[in-house]
């Protein structure tokens, strides 16, 4: 299995229903993104440094998001589909 210092770049589909409410999918992205980026685990004062996929949120390392949104009846839910295209 590679590591994730042999990823070239990252791509994220994320899925998220929402039930009762409006649907912002920008909020969506923005929070996804920042979730993996170690300057913003380390800014957030996180002990999970270590965790973070890519240095900074921007297309050096982040190149394709894909964020599919659509409202429902039931719960709310979220799904992360996490991509690298890596070193060979």
Partial sequence: MPKTTDALW???RITVEKARRPLDVDNV???IIDAFCARQIAWDGSSFSQLGLYPDDNCDHVR???V???PVASADSTF???FSRIRE
């Fill in 10 to 12: 990252w791509a994220f």
């Fill in 29 to 31: 992205a923005k929070t």
């Fill in 64 to 66: 394709i998001l894909q």
């Fill in 68 to 70: 599919i949104g659509a």
């Fill in 80 to 82: 992360i589909e996490v």
